[in-house]
């Protein structure tokens, strides 16, 4: 597999990161991929509150129905 310099380098970050090898990284990597159904949960749950810049209106702005 042949992998673009930009490719390596993040996978090299991840595995650092990880104390873990490049190979762990691409596998688990390809799991997810291949997974027959992808759960919407885990990536809402890691990915939830990592906006720093993310403005929500306060409660009494709110339009109620």
């Not at 688990?28 to 159904?37: G, P, V």
């Not at 810049?53 to 129905?65: C, F, H, L, M, Y």
Request: charged share 35%; net charge negative.
């Amino acid at each position: 597999m042949y992998l673009t310099q930009a490719q390596r380098e993040r996978i090299d970050r991840v595995a650092r990161s990880k104390g873990v090898t490049m190979a762990e990284v691409i596998r688990t990597a390809l799991d997810e991929y291949l997974a027959d159904s992808a759960d919407p949960t885990e990536a809402l749950a890691a990915t939830f509150g990592r906006d720093p810049n993310a403005d929500a209106p306060s409660r009494d702005e709110w339009e109620r129905g």
